[in-house]
């Protein structure tokens, strides 16, 4: 099938399942599943960049879509930030959570799909290119 000619449906079904990618300076595991929502986990190999992951924590979730070949990623949730909160007064507090909401209002992370299939993607972002894998 020539890649040029895939539609956004056809890109969507060869995304559903579980890749492996990585980027600079973190290594992904991303899964999508077939309601559109998605699971990934983030980790930072860059000691400096350790902090923001202790900040956010490594799992984040979302929705996904797939338009004029463009992967787009809405984060929804932050379960591992340090700033949902377990108060003992009140139940608990997702601040993280919220503003993962209200961000994903105005950003949308964004991926080029280049090139697809059942096993390998090759996607780019704002300036990189990005290869990845289908590990299920």
């Not at 079904?13 to 579980?18: C, D, E, T, V």
């Not at 902090?51 to 591992?80: A, D, M, Q």
């Not at 919220?98 to 390998?120: D, P, W």
Request: proline content about 2%; charged content about 25%.
């Amino acid at each position: 099938m020539n890649n040029h000619s895939i539609t956004d449906i056809e890109i969507e079904k060869f995304l559903i399942g579980k890749w492996r990618f990585n980027k600079d300076w973190e290594i992904n595991s991303i899964k999508f599943k077939d309601d559109m929502t998605y699971e990934q986990i983030k980790v930072q190999t860059f000691i400096l960049n350790k902090p923001s992951e202790l900040i956010t924590g490594h799992n984040f979730t979302g929705l996904w879509y797939v338009n004029e070949r463009r992967l787009c990623l809405n984060l929804k949730r932050v379960p591992n930030s340090f700033f949902n909160l377990q108060l003992p007064i009140l139940s608990q507090i997702d601040f993280a959570d919220m503003a993962a909401r209200l961000t994903s209002l105005f950003i949308t992370e964004k991926y080029e799909v280049i090139n697809i299939n059942s096993t390998q993607f090759l996607m780019k972002d704002v300036n990189k290119s990005i290869v990845g894998i289908k590990i299920n």
